[in-house]
């Protein structure tokens, strides 16, 4: 116990002293965090709510393809990744990999699926609500999917909030792709594992206590924009 | 059926703000960061963990103008990264392995760098009487004892020179090993970090342990052994067999190892008073 207090004191110590390396990488894992949450999103939302509102021979399976990808293991997704990108790989042309590209191209993948799967939840609750109401209006499937999308837009704030979380607390993946490479690459998770490696164990504890407080920080700024946007749209 | 895009896009005022965000994101982490003046060398956890890279870089880097990348992995792994191309130099220490890498055609050529040498670590009451300086006699001790021994068991240049220790002993690990030896298959860190949590025994190369804080219980035991040695060596990835190696750059970094300069900002780096790496380069390789 006494240690885990020590290491808060040391993450205080660190955030006071303001070190620009730190500080690098606390921005370079915000940076592709948030990268790959939005990408995340982009690919998962429109196809979660596809999900939701289509009715498609294989949807079923689909379904459960999907939820299953919630608990895809990261170190198999880092290499996947690895293997594309390599240079002996197809997209080795590229040379992105052991850039922040392939991180974000790993986060991206991992995020997906779970906006993807979130989403068709929540999709399918609000379609269920108002199925009726679009289909009297003469609104297809396809065109109702948009305005789900919105009408749930404040519990799917919370679904790509659960993508970033996955982003940034991913370790196996980026450490594969990404190569944890000092001033390049190296974000969070993998100094963590650096400093762990190095055996230590109170600097690791507080990049963690850092970067716990980076996650509440962003959570906090959604929910504020989320309490001030209920407020003003009612 | 098709969608009408402004109107998804009007629908989509959150997500069109956050799409901007993501592209300014995008625009700030350029995919490659500049194609121009930098290498990507692979090496081996043990230089990067004791610390001598954040020595040695930033001086090439004044010297050369020219950035250079280190992907710490084991020897095993980094010799791979190699054949696949996605290295341009390799700094590593697994002399049978670096040889044949060059013999095989992947590397040019290498050139012997540095060396420091490997030391049997244990818990400081040394229940196996290992203590001296004779590594086989050690292993001996250690497996006459069946006291735990956390091996590296990750195919790199450590684990190599602990299997050779092992046969050098008498034992093939393949089937000799029992409950009582490890193998955490992981890098030097977190295999010491094993050790340490089980008061187990352990080979590692001397950077890494002077630079390991969590030690516990554990001290040097075997040291001083000539078998121990550990020599270092760069190469560069055979530009015949993947075009895109930088091999102006590459060439650079290993001439600047092997310089005078070089040389001297290796047997510059100590902690607490020891230094850590032996320059050992000779006039032409």
């Given at each position: 116990?006494?240690?885990?207090?020590?290491?808060?004191?040391?993450?205080?110590?660190?955030?006071?002293?303001?070190?620009?390396?730190?500080?690098?990488?606390?921005?370079?894992?915000?940076?592709?965090?948030?990268?790959?949450?939005?990408?995340?999103?982009?690919?998962?939302?429109?196809?979660?709510?596809?999900?939701?509102?289509?009715?498609?021979?294989?949807?079923?399976?689909?379904?459960?393809?999907?939820?299953?990808?919630?608990?895809?293991p990261?170190?198999?997704?880092?290499?996947?990744?690895?293997?594309?990108?390599?240079?002996?790989?197809?997209l080795?042309?590229l040379?992105?990999?052991?850039?922040?590209?392939?991180?974000?191209?790993?986060?991206?993948?991992?995020?997906?699926?779970?906006v993807?799967?979130?989403?068709?939840?929540?999709?399918?609750?609000?379609?269920?609500?108002?199925?009726?109401?679009?289909?009297?209006l003469?609104?297809?499937?396809?065109?109702?999917?948009?305005?789900?999308?919105?009408?749930?837009?404040?519990?799917?704030?919370?679904?790509v909030?659960?993508?970033?979380g996955?982003?940034?607390s991913?370790?196996?993946?980026?450490?594969?792709?990404?190569?944890?490479?000092?001033?390049?690459?190296?974000?969070?998770?993998?100094?963590?594992?650096?400093?762990?490696?190095?055996?230590?164990?109170?600097?690791a504890?507080?990049?963690?206590?850092?970067?716990?407080?980076?996650?509440?920080?962003?959570?906090?700024?959604?929910?504020?924009?989320?309490?001030?946007s209920?407020?003003?749209?009612? | 059926?098709?969608?009408?895009?402004?109107?998804?896009?009007?629908?989509?005022?959150?997500a069109?703000?956050?799409?901007?965000?993501?592209?300014?994101?995008?625009l700030?982490?350029?995919?490659?960061?500049?194609a121009?003046?930098?290498?990507?060398?692979?090496?081996t956890?043990?230089?990067?963990?004791?610390?001598?890279?954040?020595?040695?870089?930033?001086?090439?880097?004044?010297?050369?103008?020219?950035?250079?990348?280190?992907?710490?992995?084991?020897?095993?792994q980094?010799?791979?990264?190699?054949?696949?191309?996605?290295?341009?130099?390799?700094?590593?220490?697994?002399?049978?392995?670096?040889?044949?890498?060059?013999s095989?055609?992947?590397?040019?050529k290498r050139?012997e760098?540095?060396?420091?040498?490997?030391?049997i670590?244990?818990?400081r009451?040394?229940?196996?009487?290992?203590?001296?300086g004779?590594?086989?006699?050690?292993?001996?001790?250690?497996?006459?004892?069946?006291?735990?021994?956390?091996?590296?068991?990750?195919?790199?240049?450590?684990?190599?020179?602990?299997?050779?220790?092992?046969?050098?002993?008498?034992?093939?690990?393949?089937?000799?090993k029992g409950?009582?030896?490890?193998?955490?298959?992981?890098?030097?860190?977190?295999?010491?970090?094993?050790?340490?949590?089980m008061?187990?025994?352990?080979?590692?190369?001397?950077?890494?342990w002077?630079?390991?804080?969590?030690?516990?219980?554990?001290?040097?035991?075997?040291?001083?052994?000539?078998?121990?040695?550990?020599?270092?060596?760069?190469?560069?990835?055979?530009?015949?067999?993947h075009?895109?190696?930088?091999?102006?750059?590459?060439?650079?970094?290993?001439?600047?190892?092997?310089?005078p300069?070089?040389?001297?900002?290796?047997?510059?780096?100590?902690i607490?008073?020891?230094?850590?790496?032996?320059?050992?380069?000779?006039?032409?390789g």
């Amino acid at each position: 116990m006494f240690e885990i207090f020590a290491s808060l004191g040391e993450a205080l110590a660190l955030i006071g002293g303001a070190d620009p390396a730190l500080a690098g990488i606390v921005v370079l894992s915000l940076e592709l965090s948030l990268a790959a949450a939005v990408a995340g999103a982009a690919i998962g939302l429109p196809l979660g709510a596809l999900i939701a509102v289509g009715r498609f021979p294989g949807r079923r399976t689909l379904i459960v393809t999907l939820n299953a990808l919630l608990g895809l293991p990261s170190v198999v997704v880092g290499l996947v990744v690895y293997l594309l990108l390599s240079r002996a790989g197809p997209l080795g042309s590229l040379g992105i990999l052991f850039t922040p590209a392939a991180i974000v191209v790993a986060q991206t993948l991992l995020v997906a699926p779970i906006v993807a799967a979130l989403a068709r939840q929540v999709a399918e609750d609000a379609w269920r609500e108002y199925e009726e109401q679009l289909t009297s209006l003469g609104v297809s499937r396809l065109r109702a999917v948009p305005t789900i999308l919105w009408d749930a837009r404040f519990s799917l704030l919370t679904v790509v909030l659960a993508g970033f979380g996955r982003a940034a607390s991913e370790v196996g993946a980026v450490m594969i792709v990404g190569g944890n490479i000092d001033g390049v690459t190296r974000v969070m998770t993998t100094a963590i594992a650096l400093e762990t490696s190095k055996g230590d164990l109170p600097l690791a504890l507080a990049l963690g206590a850092i970067l716990i407080l980076v996650v509440l920080a962003v959570n906090a700024g959604v929910f504020a924009i989320r309490e001030w946007s209920a407020r003003r749209h009612g | 059926m098709v969608m009408n895009l402004p109107r998804a896009f009007r629908h989509f005022g959150l997500a069109g703000i956050a799409a901007a965000a993501a592209a300014t994101t995008l625009l700030a982490v350029p995919p490659a960061r500049a194609a121009d003046r930098y290498i990507t060398v692979a090496s081996t956890t043990s230089t990067e963990q004791s610390g001598l890279f954040k020595q040695l870089l930033p001086e090439f880097e004044k010297a050369s103008g020219i950035e250079a990348r280190v992907v710490a992995l084991g020897t095993g792994q980094a010799l791979d990264m190699g054949r696949r191309g996605d290295a341009d130099v390799l700094f590593v220490h697994d002399q049978v392995a670096e040889e044949k890498f060059v013999s095989d055609g992947y590397g040019v050529k290498r050139f012997e760098v540095m060396y420091n040498d490997f030391v049997i670590v244990g818990p400081r009451e040394d229940p196996a009487k290992t203590r001296g300086g004779d590594v086989v006699a050690g292993l001996k001790a250690i497996a006459a004892a069946r006291a735990p021994f956390a091996s590296r068991a990750d195919k790199s240049g450590t684990h190599a020179a602990e299997l050779r220790y092992w046969k050098a002993a008498g034992m093939d690990m393949a089937k000799d090993k029992g409950p009582w030896y490890r193998e955490t298959g992981s890098g030097m860190g977190p295999t010491l970090n094993t050790a340490s949590g089980m008061n187990a025994y352990a080979l590692t190369d001397r950077g890494t342990w002077l630079n390991f804080k969590n030690r516990g219980d554990l001290v040097i035991l075997v040291e001083g052994d000539k078998r121990l040695f550990n020599q270092y060596g760069v190469m560069l990835v055979n530009p015949a067999k993947h075009a895109h190696v930088k091999q102006e750059a590459g060439r650079k970094f290993i001439d600047w190892l092997v310089s005078p300069a070089g040389q001297s900002a290796i047997a510059a780096y100590k902690i607490g008073g020891e230094q850590l790496f032996f320059p050992n380069a000779k006039p032409g390789g």
